[in-house]
């Protein structure tokens, strides 16, 4: 049914638009009666203190309630924190977060994530694997379990192995399974020769299990090779997975080091 609307509240007094909502029937005026002590109600009472009374205009008509929603989120998106309005509507994961317009975003200004990625080696997990059959691991337990699950297909991040430097970049090609599941060139990657065998330890169970992505490298390089600058200020954190959102000088150098253009693959 297309019977919903979009209006605004506006103070007569300054002419600012000061909250935003959908509605039919008469639920645009609804609010002329609300005593809470919302931001709202206390500058219609401010308003009404001075004799007046808010402006209350309809913005859009004749929508169906799903469109009467995506135009309230925008209008309360443009205008961010100079409303009154408190919640934050539906379609909130469709919008830019605020106060980030001076920083590059994944999945807003890049279609893919952008992630830094901690190699982590040790008994489960060996750099030359990586390389040789193209994939990137963690695991062995619940919290680095779920860093590889948040990887998603075509995301692009950084791999840093510790006291070394950035040693790849990598795009994933397939989503994060149990090590047990994975195949690459139509091989299970178990049965592959692999320098760092602990791979496989924990492997039938799914909340200790190696969590594997398959994985294109784009550049890589060897331990020895790692590129690094100790006066470059580079992000690094001991996180499996982090954004990199927010990290430009380190993704220029990165970019410099390793010529590939991380933004346009990710973009």
Known sequence: MSEYYVYAYIDPRNFEEFYYGKGKGSR???????????????????????????????????LTEREALLVEKTLIWKLGKLTENIATGAFADNFRPHDTLHKELSGFDYRNGLY??????????NWDDY???????????????DAMLGFKQGD????????????????VTECAKMVRDVEIGGKRLLDNKLIC??????KN???????VC???????VTRDEAKW?????????????????????TISFLEDAFLVSMREVAA
């Open 28 to 62: 645009k005026d609804a609010h002329l009666s609300d005593l809470s002590d919302s931001p709202k109600a206390k500058r219609i009472a401010a308003i009404k203190r001075e004799g007046l009374a808010p402006i209350i205009r309809v913005l859009a008509r004749n």
């Open 116 to 125: 830094y990625y901690n190699v982590g080696e040790g008994p489960h997990r």
């Open 131 to 145: 390389v040789k059959l193209g994939f990137i691991s963690a695991g062995q337990g619940i919290r680095w379990r």
């Open 156 to 171: 692009v991040f950084a791999a840093y192995l510790k006291r070394h430097g950035f040693v790849g970049i990598g795009k």
């Open 197 to 202: 065998p602990g791979l496989a330890e924990n």
């Open 205 to 211: 169970d799914p909340e200790l299990s190696e969590y």
């Open 214 to 220: 398959t994985v294109k490298w784009l550049a890589t």
């Open 229 to 249: 600058s100790s006066n470059a200020k580079l992000y690094t954190t001991q996180h499996v997975r982090a954004s990199m959102d927010g990290q430009p000088e």
